[in-house]
């Protein structure tokens, strides 16, 4: 019992078998409602035509005749009258209708036992009254019998046909099945050919993109999981190296305070690395907190700007501002970051005595602001991966800068958060414009 549960093809034949049965009981219960009912309207119409039949006839010779050769196809017609015996077992109503004056179509008098009873008055053309029974049980046995052999050979040879055509239909499953088990072993290369077009096909097509992302994801946890640990194993090993070098007292007191600003140093690369794994995490989660605000975007970049002026002016950065009064509505705590990111990158791959230029367009649909520096610039190969997780376009450069290719990650995670869009246009050697893009909607504040 537990394995007819558990196996499809046995379900769909037990269906099939299951329909097939309710509709023999149904045809059963119908047929058998329409043997105590005969068809009264043709019953009527053939006995009214055949009592006009007789009546044709002359001879009474003949009339007697045929009445007996209509009798061995199971119809009894008998002249009768008012006191005819044969009267009294029917309905006293119907039956004096039959003879009342002005009568003249025939009368269904009666269904019993699989006989008809019609009655068919006399007329003003000498047709007498006749009764006509008809026993049409046979008839009923006949179609009943009929019935029942098609359904039984219906069902035996639609369960066979199914019980062949169910492995057919349970054959992509169970492929299905053997390939989500190679899966779950961790094999994720697994994929299923088919030529199905139907809704096999569809969710064989569904199960080969599930193994794609799932084997795309893998990857990207796979590097993840390699470049935290090469980001902190760095600074471990420096902040090792030192401290044990200070501790076996190798390293001359004048020289001392050098190595415990790099040991220092590498304590706040391992905090940055952190508190942006932190972040992102949050950002990847569904339930990270949106405040939404209304300020001044040129004002807050402005603020940005000046904060990281120790940066810029240490590199003799010239800082170019457009910025139109614009207010917007989200969160600003999170666009702030997306601000340092944006100006601290610019600042960091823009040489000495670069540019940068920060502008906001304005639109009834938008708000841009366009970040753009004149730095080395991003080769076009490299930019469609500059958002990914610890991507970095120059790693011996980007170390020696101290990024951990995070910042733009968590960018693109702020903005996505927003609804809003970032573009990069980028020439190597002419420098790199970030454009973001926020919509009215954005912008409006939530209900």
């Known amino acids: 019992m537990k394995m007819f549960r558990k196996s499809l093809r046995l379900r769909i034949v037990a269906t099939f078998i299951g329909i097939v049965l309710v509709s023999l009981i149904l045809s059963f219960m119908i047929n058998n409602g329409s043997q105590e009912k005969t068809p009264n309207r043709f019953m009527v119409t053939f006995a009214q035509d055949l009592a006009t039949l007789i009546n044709l006839i002359d001879d ?140 096999f096909g569809e969710l064989m097509e569904s199960f080969n993109h599930m193994a794609s992302e799932l084997q795309k994801i893998d990857s990207v946890r796979d590097d993840f999981v390699s470049n935290v640990s090469h980001e902190m194993q760095s600074p471990l090993t420096s902040i090792r190296g030192f401290t044990r070098a200070l501790q076996d007292g190798v390293i001359p007191l004048e020289e001392q305070k050098e190595h415990l600003d790099i040991i220092y140093e590498e304590t706040l690369r391992l905090s940055r690395l952190s508190d942006n794994l932190l972040r992102l995490a949050s950002l990847d989660s569904e339930h990270h907190p949106v405040h939404f605000t209304t300020f001044q975007v040129d004002e807050q970049l402005r603020r940005v700007i000046l904060l990281a002026e120790p940066q810029w002016a240490q590199k003799d950065i010239q800082i170019e501002l457009d910025l139109l009064p614009c207010e917007i509505t989200v969160d600003k705590d999170l666009f702030d970051q997306v601000w340092q990111n944006l100006i601290n990158n610019a600042i960091k791959y823009t040489g000495a005595q670069g540019i940068i230029h920060v502008e906001i367009e304005t639109s009834s649909s938008h708000v841009k602001v366009l970040i753009r520096d004149s730095g080395q610039g991003i080769p076009e190969e490299a930019l469609p991966y500059i958002f990914d997780r610890f991507y970095m376009v120059d790693k011996a450069r980007s170390s020696s800068l101290r990024g951990n290719g995070l910042g733009l990650s968590i960018v693109i995670k702020i903005l996505k958060l927003h609804q809003c869009t970032i573009d990069v246009e980028s020439e190597v050697g002419k420098g790199t414009q970030f454009i973001v893009t926020i919509p009215r909607s954005t912008i409006t504040p939530p209900s």
């Not at 077992?89 to 025939?106: I, M, R, Y």
């Not at 046909?161 to 994720?188: H, Q």
């Open 60 to 199: 009474p010779e003949k009339v007697q005749s045929s009445l007996g050769i209509f009798a061995r196809y199971g119809l009894n017609i008998t002249p009768v009258n008012e006191q005819s015996e044969v009267l009294s077992s029917l309905p006293e109503d119907k039956v004096h209708s039959l003879f009342e004056a002005g009568t003249t179509d025939a009368i269904f008098l009666s269904s019993k036992d699989g006989v008809a009873t019609i009655g068919v008055p006399g007329t003003n053309e000498g047709i007498g009254t006749f009764l006509i029974q008809s026993d049409f049980s046979s008839l009923f046995h006949t179609l009943r019998n009929t019935l029942l052999t098609s359904l039984l050979t219906v069902l035996v040879i639609g369960s066979l046909l199914i019980l062949f055509m169910s492995g057919y239909i349970v054959k992509p499953i169970k492929r299905l099945t053997v390939a989500a088990k190679e899966m779950s072993s961790g094999d994720l290369s697994v994929r299923l050919k088919h030529n199905n077009q139907d809704e």
